[in-house]
């Protein structure tokens, strides 16, 4: 009961005044790149490696829309070199540069065995095809009379002329007499 109610929200301090455990100032530096959530283990880490008043002279001369940026790359550089102080971030590009070959010759194979398939599929589309039409043809070739007496066209060669096998005076026929009955030749040769 004896708490003062005030209508001041609290005042949230950054991450590297947290650190350095004073009060936040309105036009802080450091309080729109350190927020209050993480800022101070990140700042934590880039005061160890470039020291906070290096930090604030690099970021007066940087133009405000890229101070950002700066802080990011401070940040994950200082976290390389606390994780790993011989090779700092070359460690990390070097296994990302890994994983892109690794992921590059996975992708190989992936489309190597894509194309395979394709291949493989029309393959397989084009034998049941042509085994289709083999089964067609025996099938019309065995069952149909007519499919006997065709004449294959392109392989069939003419020895005899039209005009001539047309002509009445070349055949060895009698002309036929519509006076005289019909006579079978067949009927003579048997009596």
Same mark, same amino acid.
């Given at each position: ?5 005030t ?5 949230? $301090? ?5 650190f ?9 530096? $450091? ?22 008043? &290096? ?5 007066? &001369? ?31 590009i ?21 194309? &395979? ?10 034998? +049941? ?11 019309y070739?065995? !069952?149909?009379?007519?499919s !006997? !007496?065709?004449? &294959?066209?392109?392989? $069939?060669? +003419? !020895? ?9 005076? +070349?055949? +060895? ?19």
């Open positions: 009961m004896g708490k003062l109610i209508s001041q929200s609290p005042i949230a $301090f950054c991450g590297a005044c947290k350095f455990r004073r009060k936040c100032v309105p036009g802080c530096i $450091f309080a729109p790149h350190f927020g209050s959530d993480q800022g101070a283990t990140k700042f934590a880490a880039v005061h160890k490696v470039f020291g906070a008043s &290096n930090v604030y002279k690099l970021l007066l &001369n940087i133009p405000v829309n890229r101070r950002h940026d700066a802080v990011v790359t401070m940040s994950c550089q200082a976290q390389a070199r606390l994780s790993d102080p011989v090779y700092e971030c070359v460690s990390t070097h296994s990302l540069q890994q994983q892109v070959e690794s992921l590059q010759a996975e992708l190989a194979i992936v489309h190597a065995q894509l194309i &395979n398939s394709r291949l493989a599929m029309a393959n397989a589309l084009q034998s +049941s095809s042509s085994q289709q039409m083999a089964v067609l043809q025996s099938t070739s065995h !069952n149909s009379a007519a !006997n !007496n065709l004449i &294959n066209i392109p392989t $069939f060669t +003419s !020895n005899f002329d039209i005009a001539s096998e047309t002509d009445p005076s +070349s055949r +060895s026929l009698k002309p036929l007499r519509l006076s005289e009955p019909f006579h079978d030749e067949d009927e003579d040769e048997d009596e």
